[in-house]
């Protein structure tokens, strides 16, 4: 699927461009370059990304640019926005998960399950907030319309921001618990285990 997306938006730009459409063009290639950088990043740091997570990232990113501004989805599908938002709630929730167990070097005993599961919250509350920050400038500073009704548009993907954030905070919480369960919980040890330099006590208390 990852390869297919990458496929389909080069010749989305080669086509944007024999026939003139410098937007399309434009849109197609950052798409392609955005969904790129987790792997170029991936191999830069030695980290090795499970396939579902990569996949999500590229999905992510071809749904929000390409699917979002090219095709307008994002009026078509009043449900488009908030849809992209509590999916980047739920990644960044991992991902602030993934980084904090690591701080603690995969030690599970190192602070409360509940601890941690609050640090996930908070980080992908924190980017939800920071982007909100961004549309409100980008409209005030540019004459845009990212924040669609204002207040209401914006209230709304914070609340949605919540929703994915608990999600990811209660499977990063259960996993600690050693109760591994659903596609984010079994993302979460695929990429523990995959990375497990990263996650040094982790790797020792396997070994025991």
């Not at 090795?48 to 009026?75: Q, S």
Request: with cysteine; glycine share 10%.
């Amino acid at each position: 699927m990852i390869k297919a997306i990458w496929l389909l938006l080069v010749l989305a730009v080669l086509v944007a461009l024999g026939v003139g459409r410098w937007t399309m063009a434009f849109v197609s290639l950052a798409t392609l370059v955005l969904s790129l950088i987790p792997v170029v990043l991936a191999s830069r740091f030695q980290i090795r990304l499970p396939l579902p997570f990569l996949a999500a990232i590229t999905g992510f990113v071809f749904a929000t640019i390409f699917m979002g501004e090219a095709f307008d989805f994002y009026e078509r599908f009043w449900w488009w926005d908030l849809a992209l938002h509590g999916s980047s709630a739920v990644g960044f929730g991992i991902i602030g998960f993934l980084f904090v167990f690591m701080l603690f070097e995969g030690d599970r005993l190192a602070a409360p399950p509940v601890a941690l599961a609050l640090i996930t919250f908070c980080f992908a509350m924190t980017v939800g907030a920071i982007w909100e920050i961004f549309e409100f400038g980008m409209d005030v500073g540019f004459g845009l319309n990212m924040q669609k009704s204002g207040l209401v548009d914006t209230m709304g993907d914070l609340m949605i921001n919540a929703v994915g954030a608990l999600l990811a905070a209660v499977s990063g919480y259960f996993y600690l618990k050693g109760q591994v369960s659903g596609i984010l919980g079994h993302t979460i040890r695929q990429f523990v285990e995959m990375n497990r330099k990263l996650y040094r006590k982790s790797k020792e208390r396997l070994r025991k």
